[in-house]
């Protein structure tokens, strides 16, 4: 199995940008999806899962109100939708999938995420 990250770059403060993640090579529709994100010097963070349904999410304080995760199962897509962006979210955001019966799980190679000036 695959996981593509992409729609990262680099944003004003305040400012949104919507990053997606494709699948492939695996049944998106059994699995888990999460993102998450690792600041240069910090540990590898959390910030918003979703369901195999699609129908249960979950966020962080740090990002609740402002970051929404969703899925289209049609299109083994996952997507992070960031608004109100602050410099610490700077990050790269990694995408991960996992079939908690199978124990399978699938990381992407991370996109860059910089909020700045």
């Known amino acids: 199995g695959q996981l593509v990250e992409s729609g990262g770059g680099l944003v004003q403060p305040g400012g949104s940008l919507r990053l997606s993640c494709a699948a492939s090579?695996?049944?998106?529709?059994?699995?888990?999806m999460s993102w998450h994100r690792q600041a240069p010097g910090k540990e590898r963070e959390l910030v918003a899962t979703?369901?195999?349904?699609?129908?249960?999410?979950n966020y962080p304080d740090s990002v609740k109100g402002r970051f929404t995760i969703s899925r289209d199962n049609g299109k083994n897509t996952v997507y992070l939708q960031m608004n109100s962006l602050k410099p610490e979210d700077t990050a790269v955001y990694y995408c991960?999938?996992?079939?908690?019966?199978?124990?399978?799980?699938?990381w992407g190679q991370g996109t860059q995420v910089t909020v700045s000036s």
């Open positions: 979703v369901t195999s349904a699609g129908i249960s999410t």
């Open positions: 991960n999938a996992v079939n908690w019966r199978s124990r399978n799980a699938y």
């Open positions: 090579g695996f049944a998106f529709r059994n699995y888990d």
